[in-house]
């Protein structure tokens, strides 16, 4: 398994921007994609982004253009730089690690966006 520790969230205007990181320690080797969630409130748990081992990635349609996600290996670090942000995209962001027979979670961050 994997222990995961989100940083980085805030109050930003909108427009502005903000990184979040993802430390990962454990069984980092077994790591097949890592990706990052958001709960806003009342609403389910959406997939943001996602990287896979291959370093390919994927990201929701809402984000797309304005959300990067990138992996550090030397570091053991997922990165989601978010630009241009927007009000809808205040939620608790979640980083998420999945191996071949688990999905390992942080404790989220809260980020906000100020209209």
């Known amino acids: 398994q994997v222990q995961l520790v989100e940083s980085g969230g805030g109050l930003v205007q909108a427009g502005g921007s903000l990184r979040l990181s993802c430390a990962a320690s454990?069984?980092?080797?077994?790591?097949?994609?890592m990706g990052w969630y958001r709960q806003a409130p009342g609403k389910q748990r959406e997939l943001v982004a996602v990287i896979s081992s291959s370093g390919s990635t994927n990201y929701v349609d809402s984000v797309k253009g304005r959300f990067t996600i990138s992996r550090d290996y030397a570091k053991n670090t997922v990165y989601l730089q978010m630009n241009s942000l927007k009000p809808e995209d205040t939620a608790v962001y979640y980083c998420n690690a999945r191996g071949p027979r688990y999905s390992d979670w942080g404790q989220g961050t809260q980020v906000t966006v100020s209209s």
């Open positions: 454990g069984s980092i080797f077994s790591i097949n994609a």
